[in-house]
Structure formats: structure tokens, C-alpha cells
């Protein structure tokens, strides 16, 4: 059974940064692609950032490029997403997703995790 664990959501002024971090149990890490999707109140699940299993390659939003950064390391079972120059409209919940199918970064997602809140204060 796959678990997610997100971790290093929190309150921060516009213009700062954070680190989000997402552990992943229950089986072999390299073998899954993962993406991070965020949820604002009152708005739909949007997708943020994906990397793919040997870290290659990656795929951003628009609304984030140049400002996020996806990373990971497969011997920590963890991905990673630095988030700088954060802006108010990037509060939101942020989550944690893994797929073992082959790199489709914006597709729906097999697994997922619980969580965490950014907000982004003015």
C-alpha cells in the first residue's frame, strides 16, 4: 500500500519562500513519477509540478515557472518542491501525487497524499 506524507506547508509573507516535502512509503520510489497539485478555497485541483521517475525530467505550471522548483532524491523516497517568490495567490492546499505509469506529468495521479497548507500573506 502506497502512503504519501507531505510536510513544510505554513504561513509566509509574499516574497519568501518555502519547501515542501512529500515521503513516500509502501513501495519502490524510483519506480513512480510524482506531481504536486494545489487547491485554492472555492477552486478546482490544479496542477503545479511533476518530475518523472530518474529526475530528467520535469513539467510546470505556467502560473509557477521560474519561481518553483521540483526535485528528488530516490535514495530518501522523498520529492521535493522549493517554492520562491511566493505570491498571495499561491495559497492553497498543496498535495502530493504518484503514478507508476509512464511520465504523463498533467494526468490523473494513482496515489495521493493528506496535504498541507500554504498561505501567502500580502
Known amino acids: 500500500q502506497v502512503q504519501l506524507a507531505e510536510s513544510g506547508g505554513g504561513l509566509v509573507q509574499a516574497g519568501g519562500s518555502l519547501r515542501l516535502s512529500c515521503v513516500l512509503s509502501g513501495r519502490t520510489f524510483s519506480k513512480f513519477a510524482m506531481g504536486w497539485f494545489r487547491q485554492a478555497p472555492g477552486k478546482e485541483r490544479e496542477f503545479v509540478a511533476a518530475i518523472n521517475r530518474s529526475g530528467s525530467s520535469t513539467d510546470y505550471a505556467n502560473t509557477v515557472k521560474g519561481r518553483f522548483t521540483i526535485s528528488r532524491a530516490n535514495a530518501k523516497n522523498t520529492v521535493s518542491l522549493q517554492m520562491d517568490n511566493l505570491k498571495p495567490e499561491d495559497t492553497a492546499s498543496y498535495y502530493c501525487?504518484?503514478?507508476?505509469?509512464?511520465?504523463?506529468?498533467?494526468?490523473?495521479?494513482?496515489?495521493w497524499g493528506q496535504g498541507t497548507h500554504v498561505a501567502v500573506s500580502s
Open positions: 501525487a504518484a503514478d507508476p505509469n509512464p511520465f504523463n506529468p498533467r494526468r490523473d495521479y494513482l496515489y
